[in-house]
């Protein structure tokens, strides 16, 4: 080990850990990033926030932000929905 101590070994870790998530999550915005819809980025935020699994909620994390500093336009899922029901305030207003 490098460090003087395990404390500097432990962050020496987390910084090549973090690297690797970091260029983890940069190819696999890179490769599916023009695919991604907004269904896709939700189930991305969900995970990042509740993933039982470090390494995946990190991951997650991460192509979040670096989808985020990307131009990608996704689709959006209520883009093309019609709604063609009557609104609920009009409910009682006679025809």
């Known amino acids: 080990m490098i460090g003087k101590d395990i404390w500097e070994d432990i962050e020496i870790e987390c910084v090549d850990l973090q690297i690797t998530i970091d260029e983890s999550a940069r190819i696999l915005i890179d490769h599916w990033g023009k695919d991604i819809t907004e269904g896709d980025l939700l189930k991305l935020n969900a995970m990042s926030d509740?993933?039982?699994n470090g390494?995946?909620?990190a991951i997650a994390k991460a192509a979040l932000s670096y989808y985020g500093k990307k131009n990608y336009q996704p689709d959006f899922i209520h883009q093309y929905k019609i709604i063609t029901k009557k609104p609920w305030w009009k409910f009682w207003r006679a025809a």
């Open 50 to 52: 509740t993933s039982h």
């Open 55 to 57: 390494i995946e909620r």
